[in-house]
C-alpha cells in the first residue's frame, strides 16, 4: 500500500526532484556545516495523507543524514522506495558541496530508524551512538540510535533565536527543559540567568553537555546557570524560591503519562503567573497537531486573564511546511502588563 501510494503520486509530482530542489533551497538557506530538516511528514506538505504521514529526513552537518521512519509494519516493498530516495539524496548532496561550498568529497553517513507497533531497528549499520552538530553558532550533541528524539527539535529554531534575541540581562525559568537548547540561546544572549526543569536525568546530563560544548561561546556561563532533574509538578516550592523571573519557558510534552496538557498545564500557568515579574515575558509552546491555534488563543488567553496581553505567534521556520495550517507548532508570547 505504501509503495503503491508513492508510485502513483510520483507519476504527478516527482517526490525525488521536490527533495532535492527542497534540499538545494536549503543548503543556501542554512549553510552545509547547519542541521535543519529536509522534509517533515507529519505536515502533510506533499498532500499525501498516509503514504509520508511518519517519514522525516534530517540534515545533520556535512555529509550526515537521518531518515526517521515510523510504520505499522516493515516489508521488503519498501526497500525499493528507501534506496531510491537515499541513491538521489546522495547524488545531489554530492554536487551541492562540490560545486557551491567547495567541500573535500567523503563518505555519506546514514542513520535510518524505522518504529513499528513492535520495535525499533536500524536499516543501516555502524551508526555512531552520538555526534555533535550546529545550529547557528551553537554546538549540540544528538543520540542517533537509542530514542525516537534525538536530541534536538529542528522545528523549534524560530523559538529559540527569539528567546536569544530577548533574554539579554534577564532572570530566564526553562521548563520541560529536555537537553536545554533554549538555556545555551538565552546565555548566548546574555542572560543574567537560567534555571534548567526537567524529570529526566538522562536530558539534563545530556544538558549539562551542551553547555560544556560551548564554552568557548557562553563566557562565565556556570555562574549564570542552574540544572534540575525534578518532576516540575511536584517542584513549585523549588521554582517559588528560585524566582521571581522575567522570561518563563514553558514547552511541555505533547503526549506523555506524566503530564496531562488538558488538567496540568493550566494548573501550572495558574501557579507562575505570579512568579512573572510585570513586563516579564511567558513563552509558550504547544506541538499537539490535534490542536488548533485559534483554541489555544482562547484557552490560554482566557486563562491568563487581564494580567497579560498576547505579544507575538510564532510558528516553527518555513521548511517544515503544514497542509493543515494552525496545527503545527504554535508559539504563544504573552507579557505580563498588571
Same mark, same amino acid.
Request: hydrophobic share 40%; proline share 3%.
Given at each position: 500500500?505504501?509503495?503503491?501510494q ?22 543556501? !538557506? ?7 530538516r529536509?522534509?517533515h511528514?507529519?505536515?502533510?506538505? $506533499?498532500f ?5 504521514w ?9 555529509y !550526515? ?8 509494519s516493515?516489508d521488503?516493498?519498501?526497500?525499493s522506495?528507501?534506496d531510491r530516495?537515499?541513491?538521489?539524496l546522495v547524488?545531489?548532496?554530492?554536487q551541492?558541496y562540490?560545486q ?10 546514514f542513520s ?8 525499533c ?9 552520538t555526534i555533535?552538530v550546529?545550529?547557528n ?7 542517533l540510535?537509542?530514542?525516537q528524539?534525538i536530541g534536538?527539535?529542528?522545528d ?6 527569539w ?8 532572570s ?5 527543559s529536555?537537553t536545554?537548547s533554549f538555556?545555551?540561546?538565552?546565555l548566548?544572549? @546574555?542572560?543574567? @540567568?537560567?534555571?534548567?526543569?526537567d524529570?529526566?536525568?538522562t ?5 549539562? !553537555?551542551?553547555?560544556?560544548l ?5 563566557g562565565?556561563y556556570a555562574?549564570?546557570v542552574?540544572?534540575f532533574?525534578?518532576d ?6 523549588k521554582?517559588?524560591?528560585l524566582g521571581?523571573?522575567d522570561?518563563i519557558i514553558?514547552?511541555?510534552?505533547s ?6 496538557m488538558?488538567?496540568?498545564l ?5 501557579r507562575?503567573?505570579e512568579l512573572?515579574?510585570v513586563?516579564?515575558?511567558l513563552?509558550l509552546a504547544i ?5 488548533h491555534i485559534?483554541?489555544c488563543l $482562547?484557552?490560554?488567553g ?10 507575538k505567534?510564532l ?5 517544515f511546511v503544514?497542509n493543515?495550517i494552525?496545527?503545527? $507548532? !504554535?508559539i504563544l508570547?504573552?507579557q505580563k502588563v498588571?
Amino acid at each position: 500500500m505504501f509503495v503503491e501510494q508513492i508510485d502513483r503520486f510520483e507519476q504527478n509530482q516527482k517526490f525525488d526532484q521536490y527533495l532535492t530542489d527542497k534540499l538545494f533551497y536549503l543548503m543556501k !538557506k542554512y549553510g552545509p556545516h547547519q542541521c535543519f530538516r529536509i522534509y517533515h511528514g507529519r505536515g502533510k506538505e $506533499l498532500f499525501i495523507e498516509d503514504a509520508l504521514w511518519d517519514f522525516t529526513i534530517d540534515h545533520l552537518a556535512p555529509y !550526515k543524514l537521518i531518515f526517521n521512519i515510523h510504520c505499522h509494519s516493515w516489508d521488503d516493498s519498501y526497500w525499493s522506495f528507501y534506496d531510491r530516495i537515499k541513491a538521489s539524496l546522495v547524488s545531489q548532496l554530492s554536487q551541492c558541496y562540490a560545486q557551491h561550498f567547495q567541500a573535500v568529497e567523503k563518505a555519506f553517513l546514514f542513520s535510518v530508524q524505522v518504529r513499528t507497533h513492535l520495535n525499533c531497528f536500524f536499516l543501516e549499520q555502524n551508526i555512531p551512538s552520538t555526534i555533535v552538530v550546529v545550529e547557528n553558532q551553537l554546538r549540540f550533541q544528538l543520540s542517533l540510535n537509542e530514542n525516537q528524539n534525538i536530541g534536538l527539535f529542528f522545528d523549534m529554531r524560530s523559538g529559540r533565536e527569539w528567546v536569544q534575541n530577548n533574554s539579554k540581562n534577564k532572570s530566564v525559568l526553562n521548563l520541560f527543559s529536555y537537553t536545554c537548547s533554549f538555556s545555551l540561546y538565552a546565555l548566548l544572549g @546574555n542572560a543574567r @540567568n537560567v534555571v534548567n526543569m526537567d524529570m529526566s536525568q538522562t536530558s539534563i546530563h545530556l544538558g549539562r !553537555k551542551n553547555h560544556s560544548l560551548n564554552a568557548d561561546l557562553l563566557g562565565d556561563y556556570a555562574n549564570r546557570v542552574q540544572f534540575f532533574s525534578h518532576d516540575i509538578l511536584k517542584s513549585m516550592g523549588k521554582i517559588k524560591k528560585l524566582g521571581p523571573y522575567d522570561l518563563i519557558i514553558v514547552d511541555p510534552p505533547s503526549f506523555q503519562n506524566s503530564f496531562s496538557m488538558k488538567k496540568d498545564l493550566p494548573w501550572l500557568l495558574h501557579r507562575l503567573k505570579e512568579l512573572i515579574n510585570v513586563h516579564g515575558l511567558l513563552f509558550l509552546a504547544i506541538n499537539n497537531p490535534h490542536v488548533h491555534i485559534r483554541d489555544c488563543l $482562547l484557552e490560554y488567553g482566557e486563562l491568563l486573564g487581564e494580567e497579560f496581553t498576547l505579544l507575538k505567534l510564532l510558528s516553527a521556520p518555513g521548511e517544515f511546511v503544514e497542509n493543515h495550517i494552525g496545527h503545527g $507548532l !504554535k508559539i504563544l508570547i504573552y507579557q505580563k502588563v498588571l
